[in-house]
């Protein structure tokens, strides 16, 4: 009796299946419960990789439903790549259709954040922009950067960054009923994440597609006349959202 | 030309331990008899950021040895060249002492099942792994050893047993072992076989590294007992003194003391690597 290993696989995930046959115990019985250690090993091991992946939904839905979710999730989304720590990138689409969830409407952008932060995380190491180029008024409209490797930027029609706060933060105030654009930039080792004031998002974007500072300024005041240059530019400075153009793309 | 020789083998023949982050402090500054770590391979396959540097920190004063735990050596079908490309460029970066992987599957069409599945040991399954591990050694350009499986379970189909299959695979491959002396105890209870006479049947030559650790214990539905490879806690009396039996009969060795879940403060890990320096003391 050979045991294929496909059907090994089924088994493993769908604990209705039955213990493929020629799997015995030590005195050539079947292998019986024995088969459930392989079970039990892939579902803790990977609910337990989504719960260090993803601590705001966790915090949010609490341990015990988060790992009813990593259950069903890791049945209908088992990994595709030996790389766990990446592991959970459809979480957020499968929260948005999850029926017991679906509630919740900003669970999946509260996945994102997660996913962010540890994309974050392993992302490649990068110096920082040198501001001293902007120096003159042509040189710095005509300057270029690009995100660092490690900056993500997240829309939301949520208060996301609040949501986060109150979370991960103590004493942090209620959220307010605002979209919230987030930033999240990895000044050193530790991901941060930083509110984004209106047109951020925008003018951030056109500089890494290639923009010079100064066209993507023109083209954020165009949509967004109360932009202000010098607070947002601030900030990327100050996060070291922004690395040297040449610099290789993400 | 793919170096072989038993001289490639630089990890010291001292205690390593399993690194994890939590511990670089304490390991940066009270590291015991601890000369050399491990590290899981597939954890440092990002792109930068604090793994790096830790392991560049970790690598000024430590050996290296890199472990895989995705390659899926084991499975039926060809190696994912993807994940293959990505420990090469881990392999150049770190130049580790000695890297290791598994008598096991986990992959399986594109899904990663993240354990260690076991598989039959047949012509067929010897011919698959020797192949995988003779790509593995021609990409990396050097000697891998592979480590023996924790079994809870046996297949009907096998002709071969573990130990020759190993064998066979070290002679077709030139590949050297990793003993998992846990392992071993953790498979001769659950299948009913003496740990002793496993050992006695190993091709002990070929051992580049030893690892040991902690296991759970619990029972199958018969009440038989059943041994779980849990990394979860102190090595327990008989593991070490499998240790010893072994090191009595290979010489002085590296050996590993492997500790993932349920990760103890540093001056419990370290006392475990005490312990095998107490180990490895006469051997030396």
Redesign the interface.
């Known amino acids: 009796m050979t045991v294929s290993q496909s059907s090994f696989r089924e088994a493993l995930l769908d604990a209705e299946r039955p213990v493929p046959a020629g799997l015995n115990n030590a005195v050539g019985g079947p292998a019986g419960a024995r088969f459930s250690v392989y079970r039990n090993n892939v579902i803790v091991s990977l609910s337990e990789a989504l719960a260090t992946a993803f601590p705001l939904v966790r915090k949010l839905l609490g341990t015990e439903a988060f790992a009813q979710l990593a259950g069903v999730f890791v049945r209908a989304h088992p990994p595709d790549s030996p790389l766990i720590m990446f592991y959970g990138e459809a979480l957020p689409d499968f929260l948005r259709d999850f029926e017991p969830l679906k509630h919740i409407g900003y669970l999946p952008d509260c996945a994102r954040l997660d996913l962010a932060f540890r994309q974050s995380y392993h992302a490649a190491d990068a110096p920082p922009f040198d501001p001293s180029v902007l120096q003159g008024e042509d040189a710095g409209q005509m300057a270029r950067a690009r995100l660092a490797p490690a900056t993500r930027l997240l829309r939301s029609k949520w208060p996301l960054h609040d949501i986060w706060r109150l979370n991960m933060v103590p004493d942090a105030p209620k959220p307010r009923a605002i979209a919230q654009d987030i930033m999240i930039t990895r000044p050193e080792f530790d991901p941060q994440p930083t509110l984004l004031p209106p047109g951020s998002i925008d003018w951030l974007e056109r500089l890494h597609a290639g923009a010079t500072f100064g066209e993507a300024t023109d083209m954020v005041l165009s949509s967004n006349p109360t932009f202000d240059l010098t607070e947002t530019l601030t900030l990327a400075l100050t996060t070291h959202a922004l690395t040297d153009y040449t610099t290789k793309e993400r | 030309m793919l170096d072989t020789s038993p001289q490639n083998d630089r990890l010291p023949s001292a205690p390593g331990v399993g690194y994890k982050p939590q511990h670089f402090n304490d390991l940066m500054q009270t590291p015991g008899p601890v000369s050399w770590i491990e590290v899981h391979a ?2 440092y ?9 830790q392991l560049r920190a970790l690598q000024e004063r430590f050996a290296l040895s890199v472990h895989g ?4 050596i084991g ?3 060809p190696l ?1 060249t993807e ?1 293959l490309d ?1 420990l090469h460029i881990l392999i150049e970066r770190t130049s580790p002492a000695s890297f290791s992987e598994h008598l096991a ?11 260690l ?4 040991y047949t012509d067929t399954t010897l011919d698959h792994v020797a192949s995988h591990i003779t790509q593995v050694q021609d990409k990396l350009g050097r000697q891998m050893l592979l480590e023996n499986p924790s079994s ?6 096998s002709t071969w047993s573990e130990t020759d299959f190993l064998s066979e695979l070290v002679k077709r491959t030139g590949c050297g072992l990793l003993l998992d002396v846990n392992n071993v105890f953790i498979s001769a209870t ?3 076989y003496s740990p002793q006479s496993y050992v006695d049947a190993y091709p002990l030559h070929a051992v580049g590294e030893i690892h040991v650790g902690g296991h759970d214990e619990d029972s ?3 009440g ?1 007992p ?1 041994l ?1 490879d849990s990394h979860g806690k102190p090595v327990v009396d008989p593991v070490w003194a499998l240790l010893d039996y072994t090191l009595r009969k290979t010489g002085s060795r590296p050996v590993l003391v492997e500790w993932d879940n349920d990760v103890p403060d540093w001056p419990v890990l370290r006392a475990e690597a005490e312990r095998a320096a107490k180990a490895l003391q006469p051997v030396q």
Do not use: C, K
């Open positions: 597939e954890n396959m990002g792109e930068g950021g604090r793994p790096h540097a735990v995705g390659l899926s499975g039926q079908e994912d994940h990505r599957w986990s992959t399986h069409g594109a899904e990663f099942m993240n354990d599945l076991p598989l039959p809870y379970l046996a297949f009907e189909e659950n299948l009913g199958d539905d018969q038989a059943l779980i």
